[in-house]
């Protein structure tokens, strides 16, 4: 296949799939997850791994100023330090009259926070909006102001004066154009022209520093047949300096049908940056049929048939995926954000478009963990186009769950580095967790077997596993094993090895 060809070239790695049944996988004291059957050797009883979804809490950003509008929209959100900074899209689209027209021209807008929660929009005084500089506006340019998509160069080696670096652009720029900027505020061109050119480019593309890889990787809007012709998808290219990048290849998706995807959303997962994580959104195009015109809000809809007919028949929604390779995705099918009820009008093309980033807040009460936070757009086509933020647990995209009835997984073999073993994990009350540590043959370790497992039960981001013995795992420490969880009406998300004084 043709990415599979080009894996040696784009990927100088092994991966976990190409190790040998008996070579043990170093991992070290990185945080592992269940959004992928990577590190399974077997899974037994009712066990199985299930994809959980965000909560909604409440709205962030209101698009109600002049330059905003019905069609503002791809925001990304970065935590830096203790500010959080979102850069999103102002734009308007007439839909009274068809076909559908532009109300004004694009622009990037700025808004931040101080703990993710609360927004402001700055007067930023650096363009004006028409003849007054007191807007959020920080940059009014060509195509590129579409889908500007800024990020932290976290490469060691990058300038102070490109601390931030951004890409946007669509086919009227020819292609992918890069930005720089020493403050996030304050942003000028980086390249002459587009420095990826194949593609279609109008969507939310996305770009980062990739630690595990020393290079930077960019995601974009690709076709599985170029041209705008076959599926909406997503293609991967990547560079080392950020000016000479590869030809972008398509994404895999074994064991998932085809699927038409608008945005990609896929960067590293910060608590586990060895594995990436996508938010795409998906495309679903729907038949006009009677049905189909009765779904709230029926009376835009209805508007939008005339103005341009998928535009109001067709509907979009969150998807999940991951991949440790970049290349090879694990796409879940089920939806990680389904439209919701009927009545709040979101079923319809343009809402529930993720935003590029996920940031951590606080919880809502005292004393409990931190959560991560994520927004979804609202209101597509009308005044009341908005964000609204979303949170999950911290690592609870996905668990590896079993019902009462009890399930269990044993990993493949693994080395690791720390002396205790930290999980985050819950259960009812009836419900329980125990681990035990299997030798390179399968053969439960002495002192670490089911039986000298503790009993744990609860609900905890960090609790430390325990044996008869303790929870000292120093002596096992580089040594190969396997790990038997055996899980009863519970969820497991993570788990990871760390070294504490003792």
Same mark, same amino acid.
């Given at each position: *296949?043709?990415?599979?060809?080009?894996?040696?070239?784009?990927?100088?790695?092994?991966?976990?799939?190409?190790?040998?049944?008996?070579?043990?996988?170093?991992?070290?004291?990185?945080?592992?997850?269940?959004?992928?059957?990577?590190?399974?050797?077997?899974?037994?009883?009712?066990?199985?791994?299930?994809?959980?979804?965000?909560?909604?809490?409440?709205?962030?950003?209101?698009?109600?100023?002049?330059?905003?509008?019905?069609?503002?929209?791809?925001?990304?959100?970065?935590?830096?330090?203790?500010?959080?900074?979102?850069?999103?899209?102002?734009?308007?689209?007439?839909?009274?009259?068809?076909?559908?027209?532009?109300?004004?021209?694009?622009?990037?807008?700025?808004?931040?926070?101080?703990?993710?929660?609360?927004?402001?929009?700055?007067?930023?005084?650096?363009?004006?909006?028409?003849?007054?500089?007191?807007?959020?506006?920080?940059?009014?340019?060509?195509?590129?102001?579409?889908?500007?998509?800024?990020?932290?160069?976290?490469?060691?080696?990058?300038?102070?004066?490109?601390?931030?670096?951004?890409?946007?652009?669509?086919?009227?720029?020819?292609?992918?154009?890069?930005?720089?900027?020493?403050?996030?505020?304050?942003?000028?061109?980086?390249?002459?022209?587009?420095?990826?050119?194949?593609?279609?480019?109008?969507?939310?593309?996305?770009?980062?520093?990739?630690?595990?890889?020393?290079?930077?990787?960019?995601?974009?809007?690709?076709?599985?047949e170029d041209q705008f012709k076959g599926l909406r998808?997503?293609?991967?290219?990547?560079?080392?300096?950020?000016?000479?990048?590869?030809?972008?290849?398509?994404?895999?998706?074994?064991?998932?049908?085809?699927?038409?995807?608008?945005?990609?959303?896929?960067?590293?997962?910060?608590?586990?940056?060895?594995?990436?994580?996508?938010?795409?959104?998906?495309?679903?195009?729907?038949?006009?049929?009677?049905?189909?015109?009765?779904?709230?809000?029926?009376?835009?809809?209805?508007?939008?048939?005339?103005?341009?007919?998928?535009?109001?028949?067709?509907?979009?929604?969150?998807?999940? *995926?991951?991949?440790?390779?970049?290349?090879?995705?694990?796409?879940?099918?089920?939806?990680?954000?389904?439209?919701?009820?009927?009545?709040?009008?979101?079923?319809?093309?343009?809402?529930?478009?993720?935003?590029?980033?996920?940031?951590?807040?606080?919880?809502?009460?005292?004393?409990?963990?931190?959560?991560?936070?994520?927004?979804?757009?609202?209101?597509?086509?009308?005044?009341?186009?908005?964000?609204?933020?979303?949170?999950?647990?911290?690592?609870?995209?996905?668990?590896?769950?079993?019902?009462?009835?009890?399930?269990?997984?044993?990993?493949?073999?693994?080395?690791?580095?720390?002396?205790?073993?930290?999980?985050?994990?819950?259960?009812?009350?009836?419900?329980?967790?125990?681990?035990?540590?299997?030798?390179?043959?399968?053969?439960?370790?002495?002192?670490?077997?089911?039986?000298?497992?503790?009993?744990?039960?609860?609900?905890?981001?960090?609790?430390?596993?325990?044996?008869?013995?303790?929870?000292?795992?120093?002596?096992?420490?580089?040594?190969?094993?396997?790990?038997?969880?055996?899980?009863?009406d519970g969820d497991l998300y993570s788990y990871r090895?760390?070294?504490?004084?003792?």
């Amino acid at each position: *296949m043709r990415i599979g060809l080009l894996l040696l070239a784009l990927l100088p790695f092994t991966s976990t799939a190409e190790l040998s049944a008996n070579e043990p996988i170093d991992i070290g004291s990185r945080r592992e997850l269940f959004v992928d059957s990577a590190l399974i050797d077997q899974m037994n009883g009712q066990a199985e791994l299930r994809l959980h979804h965000p909560t909604p809490r409440e709205i962030a950003i209101q698009f109600d100023q002049p330059w905003e509008g019905n069609a503002s929209g791809y925001p990304t959100v970065i935590q830096d330090g203790d500010l959080y900074r979102m850069y999103y899209r102002g734009h308007a689209y007439i839909i009274d009259d068809p076909p559908l027209k532009q109300a004004q021209s694009e622009v990037v807008c700025y808004a931040e926070s101080s703990d993710g929660i609360h927004w402001t929009k700055p007067n930023l005084g650096l363009f004006d909006w028409p003849g007054s500089p007191e807007n959020n506006i920080i940059w009014r340019g060509g195509p590129e102001t579409h889908n500007f998509a800024p990020f932290i160069d976290t490469n060691p080696g990058c300038p102070p004066a490109q601390r931030f670096k951004a890409i946007g652009g669509t086919i009227t720029s020819k292609g992918l154009l890069t930005f720089q900027s020493a403050d996030g505020i304050h942003w000028k061109p980086l390249s002459d022209g587009p420095v990826v050119t194949k593609g279609a480019f109008d969507s939310h593309n996305t770009a980062f520093w990739d630690p595990d890889h020393h290079r930077y990787s960019m995601y974009v809007r690709y076709f599985s047949e170029d041209q705008f012709k076959g599926l909406r998808s997503i293609g991967m290219c990547h560079s080392d300096d950020f000016e000479h990048w590869s030809e972008p290849v398509g994404l895999e998706y074994p064991d998932s049908p085809p699927q038409q995807m608008y945005t990609n959303q896929i960067a590293p997962y910060y608590r586990a940056p060895h594995v990436l994580f996508g938010f795409p959104t998906r495309y679903v195009a729907k038949p006009l049929t009677d049905f189909v015109q009765t779904l709230p809000p029926v009376e835009l809809r209805t508007t939008l048939i005339a103005a341009d007919e998928r535009v109001g028949t067709d509907l979009t929604d969150g998807l999940f *995926m991951s991949s440790r390779d970049g290349l090879t995705f694990h796409r879940w099918d089920e939806a990680f954000l389904r439209p919701g009820p009927e009545a709040e009008g979101r079923w319809i093309y343009g809402d529930n478009y993720q935003s590029y980033g996920l940031f951590e807040t606080q919880a809502d009460q005292p004393g409990l963990p931190n959560e991560i936070s994520l927004h979804f757009d609202e209101g597509a086509w009308r005044d009341s186009r908005r964000v609204r933020r979303y949170s999950i647990r911290l690592d609870g995209f996905v668990s590896l769950h079993a019902p009462y009835a009890g399930g269990e997984v044993t990993t493949k073999l693994l080395t690791f580095n720390g002396n205790q073993l930290s999980l985050n994990y819950t259960t009812s009350a009836a419900g329980s967790l125990r681990i035990e540590i299997q030798d390179a043959e399968g053969q439960p370790i002495e002192g670490f077997t089911l039986n000298d497992s503790a009993e744990m039960f609860g609900d905890s981001t960090q609790q430390i596993a325990q044996w008869s013995s303790g929870s000292n795992l120093s002596g096992l420490s580089g040594q190969p094993v396997r790990l038997r969880f055996v899980l009863k009406d519970g969820d497991l998300y993570s788990y990871r090895f760390e070294t504490h004084d003792r």
